[in-house]
């Protein structure tokens, strides 16, 4: 990818997701389906999300969110991309990836402040939002897992957790209420 290609897609990513993060749906605790649990509670989303002990406290059959996430999110596979830059490009990629973390993260974390998201949910939504922006980025069909959260997000719900063995079990959602 040429600098001006890969600047050209990361200005539109960071453009889509900071309108995804402004949109009324976002985070507005409407978010159903059948496939996932739905849960209402914040201080459950807390330990859903950060709690590396979930399995202990709320059973079994639940999975650490943010291995999840970290797994899902495949961060050598990632770098591959990142390594394929010319060095050149690559060092102002480096950059403009960081100002762009900077611009949705300022957003993400205003609005979530408005809405009086707990601080762990929002750096674990800022985590989900860092894997987007590299998935969007790099590769042109998004994996389904990812496809999944970003579905999520559009429609108002915040994935928070995982109940069953993965990938065959449930994603949890959050469904925050003011």
Known sequence: MS????????????????????????????YIDSKSIIINDT????????????DYVKGKDYQYWT??????GDGAYLHDFELEL?????EKYQ????????RINKVLF????????DEDLQNCLS???????KYLVFVDAL????????????????????????PKGQMIVYNHKD
């Open 3 to 30: 600098e001006l290609e890969i600047f050209t897609k990361m200005d539109k990513v960071v453009s889509d997701l900071i309108n995804l993060i402004q949109s009324e749906n976002f985070l507005d605790g409407m």
């Open 43 to 54: 201080e459950d989303a807390i330990t859903f999300a950060t709690d590396q002990d979930v």
């Open 67 to 72: 291995h999840i996430i970290e797994m899902q």
């Open 86 to 90: 010319p060095q050149d490009v690559y």
């Open 95 to 102: 950059d403009k990836r960081s100002q762009s973390y900077e």
């Open 110 to 117: 205003e609005i979530a402040d408005n809405k009086k998201i």
């Open 127 to 133: 985590g989900e939002f860092f894997y987007l922006f």
């Open 143 to 166: 994996p389904e897992f990812w496809e999944n959260i970003l579905n999520i997000l559009k429609k108002g719900g915040m994935p928070c957790g995982w109940k069953g063995e993965f």
